[in-house]
């Protein structure tokens, strides 16, 4: 038998399927999320630093609001704003939010349109309030700034997009700075589809060492980027400022010159001894005519297996106190960045830049840039010790897809959540973790 409230499964006729299981939703691990925001305060930081130039002098739905509310769609997985019309009247969300109902889709797209230079700014202002707060629980004794690029597509004419020639897809081509050690993302830029790795790298940088210097002046500072950013600008700022970085060099006839004893050194023990693999390590100092200094540059060379030509690697650095295979080391292990990019993009929706406006996107990007360091540092600090490294695809699945049904008493507002949830171990762990930090923050 089949009406618009039971289906009845062939397999099984005593199977009957319903929407009528009352306040239930899949959302209940965001208890825990909203726990982790109260203690790091975010919602009075939230309405005390975030306010779009809004000419209304009354709306229902606030603009701190709405951005908590987006902030709550994306941990869920509801990336876009128009998810929010389904979400209206889920009880977790309702309940996380302190609101009857939800902000719906026209409020909210309403919303990021309001948003302009002022708010970017102001997300700027946010991030770096919170990062002392964490760093107040755990001060880094290092922190790596690895920079990169990456390409967020496009599907329409939308503001400063473009085809780029690397990727060789239209789409925003943002610049991106992670802390290498941890995966927190210190600094994201919105950038046209055509511009270059390297276009205004060193301002995009400068705030942010500006930044750690006057803020945490003994946390040492290290730096590491591709050869998209073997830049002078860069090299002379992080010189400038006591950065040690590893930047790779694009390959010319000039290096390779230099590299030519070590090369024949290679090749005499590859020919002679036959030995299908080898490498060797040398470095010399080199000044291009735009550098304002001779630099170190750390090189490897290397023969691969059942291959007839050598692989180069140069590497510009500063750290004169390591080993050349030590420099090429370090370079080579931001490797994991594009783990850390993977996860803003898949995990936390980064391409989620549909409006037409670039400024309204870059807005975009920061909200979800925002989202994705406060679930790092949810990792970091309170999820248990066997779970803080796992991505957020894993959490999700084990810790905040969790059912629960809401019952509403004389006094409480009571969570009920799944029973057969096998993970009710590692939930009574986080929320005794975020308690304990709470302690810590005061």
Known sequence: ??????????CNKQFIVNFD????????????????????????????????NDPASFRIHKDDENLLQMIYQIFGTYYEDNCADE????????????????ASQPTLSRFFNRMDDDTLRQFDGIMLKLRK???????????????????????????????????????????????GLTGDLL?????????????????????????YRENYPDIRLYARGDSGFATPELYDLFEDNGVKYAIRLKINQTLLNLAQDKEEDLMKVTRTNMVDYALNYGDFYYQASSWRDPRRVVFKIEKPYNQMTYMYTFIVTNMEELEHWQVIDYYCNRGRMENF?????QGFGFASVSSKSRTVNANRLQL?????????????????KQMNKNLIDTVRLKLLKIAAR???????????????????EEVYATFNNIWALAVQLR
């Not at 038998?1 to 062939?10: E, T, V, W």
């Open 187 to 211: 600094r994201a830029q919105l950038r046209d589809g055509t511009d270059y790795c390297s276009k205004n790298s060193a301002g995009f940088m400068e705030p942010l060492i500006a930044e």
């Open 368 to 384: 979800h840039a925002l989202v994705y360091n406060i679930f790092n540092w949810f990792r970091r600090l309170v999820l248990p």
């Open 341 to 345: 990019i993977g996860e803003g993009k």
């Open 406 to 424: 809401v019952v509403h008493t004389g006094r409480y507002v009571k969570f009920k959540l799944c029973s057969s949830c096998p993970y009710k």
């Open 87 to 102: 979400l209206r009247n889920d009880p977790i969300l309702s309940a996380v939010l302190g609101k009857e109902a939800l």
């Open 1 to 10: 038998m089949h009406s618009l409230k039971d289906i009845q499964l062939k």
């Open 21 to 52: 299981g009352g306040e239930l939703s899949s959302d209940g691990g965001l208890l825990m999320i909203k726990e982790f925001l109260h203690v790091l305060g975010l919602e009075k930081l939230l309405k005390n630093n975030f306010k779009t």
């Open 133 to 179: 707060k964490v760093y107040s629980v755990r001060m880094p004794e290092f922190v790596l700034f690895d920079i990169d690029t990456t390409l967020l597509p496009t599907y329409g004419h939308q503001e400063g997009e473009g085809f780029n020639f690397h990727y060789q897809a239209h789409g925003y081509h943002p610049l991106l700075c992670y802390d």
